[in-house]
């Protein structure tokens, strides 16, 4: 098996330093489509997560009862909203934004799974999409087809199960996740412990991270870094491969303080600046 262990030697190489005449038009502009009602905190988590790993502007896009409740927990946020209070039932937007993050607390609902696919066939901005917009995927595969090349998917092993199957052994399923790849030209962040990405035939070990990071919400702040990255230009593999990394890096740095059970997905976003930190200061 080809493959490669991401530790700070790897991500260094990826890494890109910000730019001291950088300005927020240029670091990238992210949307982020989700939520449903009792699931809003789910978009604000990914939101906030993309503007700690530093894209310049954030859109987030929910159900008409999310409108307040993203503007007041995140006034960074600029926030459009469906024509439904409930879920998402038309994706209408006007902004041009470098990366669209999809799915995370979306709902499965009849006009939500019309919208998603609407929205595939006209989207043309580079994707990652995770929870219940993999979970609509896995009910109707015709849809695959018309993902983008390197579009990123961000699935839980459930969620890996919903699109592949049932495995029968650790190694079928690696099989079976780069035949998926392949065949639909994905990179497929297959969250675990440890958790892979796999871009086609090469598999990328991610080493940082602990069980600190088994809390509602982690995975939904993990697709707003991986999402803010690709806005900011870092190509498909290492925004995923670099936005897993940090993400790791953010309870392996919290843990001395927190512990294990007291850690939550709000603490990964308040020490991504620190885990950004280390590498800066590896780099010295
Ligand atoms: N604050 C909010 O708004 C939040 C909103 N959220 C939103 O909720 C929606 C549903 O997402 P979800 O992942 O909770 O439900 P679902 O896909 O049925 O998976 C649950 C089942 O899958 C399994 N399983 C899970 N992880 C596994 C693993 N690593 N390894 C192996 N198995 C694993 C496990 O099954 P079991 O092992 O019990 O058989 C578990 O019972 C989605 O839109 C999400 O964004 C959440 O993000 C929370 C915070
Ligand atoms: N024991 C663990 N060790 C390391 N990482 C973990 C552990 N448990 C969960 N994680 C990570 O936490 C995230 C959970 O994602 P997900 O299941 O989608 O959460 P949610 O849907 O609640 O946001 C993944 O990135 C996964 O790799
Ligand atoms: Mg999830």
């Given at each position: 098996m080809n493959t490669i262990y991401i530790n700070q030697k790897e991500i260094l190489k990826r890494y890109k330093d910000i730019d001291k005449n950088t300005h927020k038009g240029i670091q990238g502009h992210a949307l982020f489509i989700g939520g449903s009602y009792g699931k809003i905190g789910s978009v604000c988590l990914s939101s906030k997560a993309a503007l700690k790993t530093g894209c310049g502007l954030v859109t987030t896009f929910v159900p008409k009862c999310g409108y307040e409740i993203v503007q007041m927990s995140i006034p960074e946020v600029m926030v459009l909203t469906d024509v439904q209070e409930n879920f998402i039932s038309k994706i209408k937007v006007d902004i041009v934004p470098q990366a669209i993050g999809i799915g995370?607390?979306?709902?499965?609902e009849q006009s939500t799974q019309k919208a998603f696919h609407e929205f595939l066939k006209i989207n043309k901005t580079p994707l990652v999409i995770d929870a219940d917009a993999l979970n609509i995927l896995s009910q109707n595969?015709?849809?695959?087809?018309?993902l983008a090349p390197k579009t990123i998917i961000t699935p839980h092993l459930k969620e890996l199960e919903r699109l592949l199957g049932k495995w029968s052994s650790e190694e079928e399923k690696f099989e079976k996740t780069k035949a998926f790849s392949k065949q639909y030209n994905l990179i497929v962040?297959?969250?675990?412990?440890?958790t892979h990405t796999i871009d086609g035939e090469t598999i990328y070990e991610n080493t940082t991270g602990n069980?600190?990071?088994?809390?509602?919400?982690s995975g939904d702040v993990l697709t707003g870094m991986i999402t803010s990255l690709l806005a900011q230009s870092y190509e498909p593999v290492n925004a995923a491969i670099l936005g897993v990394y940090l993400h790791g890096l953010t309870a392996d740095i919290a843990l001395p303080e927190t512990g294990y059970q007291s850690f939550i997905a709000s603490d990964i976003i308040e020490n991504i600046g620190k885990a950004y930190l280390t590498l800066q200061n590896a780099q010295k």
């Open positions: 995370p607390g979306m709902g499965q595969k015709s849809w695959l087809s018309l962040v297959m969250k675990g412990v440890p069980a600190a990071l088994a809390t509602a919400g």
